[in-house]
């Protein structure tokens, strides 16, 4: 890693910071992998090496993520009792009972304390952390991520994020329960994209399952309620006619606004 000193206009002052430089990239292999994921729900008997499915898993946990608070967890699902019982409560589609392979991606907004504090932890013992790393950790996580005691901070949070608003571009969320949990799925959801693309370049396939009863694979995997089950994603390598349709997406132009 370079170090080099970069202008900072928002502090007014140059300061070090660590350069990380962007190696060159083949953008074709990017893709083809984007082009080549289809959700598969009929699976070959091809098995998934172990260290693939490692390769994965790391790759998944590379993912942006809000705040790097980490908020996710990923439930490999490998005793036979359970996967049958999974496959259960996945309803049984084939995507889940013809898979080699069952995960569960769980958003965990109930850790966003606990990882804050290992991430001031961290901090304190990485020599050369800027002040005002500290302080995001120190004091902004815990003013925005913080609900109080039976979200009692609620209606303060919202009538000073209002007032504010009124002269100042002020985040509005998350203010209740249903926020943290839009804020602990959205990243958790990055990580099963970034799981996906990843499998389909180990050179096998997946499919995205939400169709699933949560409180029971809640129940299954010994998580409490508020942990919150953003999909169950199945792997393994497709088999004829495992792909039910050709891919369809509504024109873009639909979906594309510039500004
Ligand atoms: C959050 C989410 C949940 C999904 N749940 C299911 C599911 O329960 N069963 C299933 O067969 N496919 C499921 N899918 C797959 C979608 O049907 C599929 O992504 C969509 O039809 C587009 O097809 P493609 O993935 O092949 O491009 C899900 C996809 C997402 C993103």
Redesign the pocket.
Known sequence: MVKVKVFDSTEAKSRERVLDPAPEVDSKSFYDIVES???V?IYTDDPVPEEAIHRMMDAALKSPNSSNLQVWEIHWVRSAEKREKLIHY??G?P?ASTAQELFVFVARPDRWRQNNNRMISHLKSTPGTPEKAYQYFEKITRIVYNQGPLGIFRPFKWIWFTIRGWTKPTPREPIHRGHMNVWAHKST?LA?QTFMLAARAEGFDS??????DSSKVKKLLGLPRSAGI???ISIGKRAQGG?YGP??RFPKEDFIHQH
């Open positions: 994921r289809r959700s729900r996945c309803l589609q995507a959801a099963c499919c995205p399952m939400e169709g699933l953003t999909m169950a792909v891919r369809f």
